[in-house]
C-alpha cells in the first residue's frame, strides 16, 4: 500500500510535538495500542528528528513529518525514516525536494490559488490548514466543485465535536488533530491516557464512516 492509500484506510492522522525524543517509542506503542498505526511528528521542536528515527525504527507505525518549512528539515525528516511530509503552507522548493526523495507531500492549501499552485506541482492531496479558520467543511466542499479531483487533509481546530463534518465529505482523504496525543499527557507520561484517547477516536471515525 503506498503511503497515501495508507492515511486513506487510517482517515486520522495524530499531530505529535515530542518535546523529548526518549518519550517517542512510548508515543508510538501508545498510538499503535489505540489503533492508529500512523503519526506526523512535528519540527516544532528540536526532538523531532531524533523521535522520527525512534518511531520509524519500530516498523509497525508509519511515520511522517509536520511543521516542515524548509529543505533541509525535508532531508532531515527522510533520512530519519519519514515516510511523507507536511507542511503548513505551500512551499516549491519544499515539494520539489520531497518529489526529489520519492516522498509526499502534503503542503498546506486553502485557496483556490493554493489548490491551483499544488496542482502545478504535481500534487493532487493537500493539507487543508488551519482547518478551522479557514472555513473549515463548506470551505472544502467549495474548492470540491472546481477541484474535483483533489483530495484533502483537513488539520487545525479538529475534534471529536466536527470530526463528522469532515469525514463525510468524499475528498477528506483524512482528518489530522493533535487531540488524540495531548503535549501535556506526552509530558506526563501518560500514555495509557493517550491510548484512550486515540482508540476513542479511531471508534469514533468508524461509527461516522460506517
Ligand atoms: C497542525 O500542525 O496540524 C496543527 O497544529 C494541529 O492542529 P490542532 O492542534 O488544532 O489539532
Not at 506526523?40 to 522520527?52: G, H, P, W, Y
Amino acid at each position: 500500500m503506498d503511503t497515501l492509500s495508507a492515511l486513506r484506510a487510517a482517515r486520522l492522522v495524530p499531530v505529535v510535538v515530542l518535546d523529548d525524543a526518549a518519550d517517542a517509542d512510548a508515543l508510538a506503542g501508545a498510538l499503535v495500542a489505540g489503533g492508529l498505526p500512523v503519526a506526523e511528528v512535528t519540527f516544532r521542536t528540536a526532538a523531532a528528528e531524533d523521535s522520527i528515527r525512534a518511531m520509524a525504527g519500530r516498523g509497525d507505525i508509519l511515520v511522517g513529518a509536520g511543521t516542515v518549512r524548509t529543505v533541509e528539515q525535508v532531508d532531515k525528516a527522510v533520512a530519519a525514516g519519514a515516510s511523507y511530509i507536511v507542511s503548513p503552507g505551500l512551499s516549491r522548493a519544499v515539494v520539489e525536494r520531497c518529489q526529489e526523495h520519492g516522498v509526499l507531500a502534503l503542503p498546506g492549501a486553502v485557496t483556490a490559488t493554493e489548490v491551483q499552485a499544488a496542482l502545478e506541482l504535481g500534487l493532487t492531496t493537500v493539507k487543508f490548514f488551519p482547518a478551522g479558520t479557514s472555513g473549515g467543511a463548506p470551505a472544502i466542499k467549495a474548492l470540491t466543485a472546481p477541484f474535483g479531483h483533489v483530495s484533502f487533509v483537513p488539520t487545525g481546530g479538529v475534534g471529536p465535536k466536527n470530526l463528522g463534518d469532515y469525514l463525510a465529505i468524499p475528498t477528506v482523504a483524512a482528518v489530522g488533530g493533535s487531540w488524540m496525543c495531548p503535549r501535556d499527557l506526552v509530558t506526563a507520561g501518560d500514555f495509557a491516557g493517550i491510548t484512550a484517547l486515540t482508540a476513542e477516536a479511531v471508534a469514533l471515525a468508524a461509527s461516522l464512516t460506517a
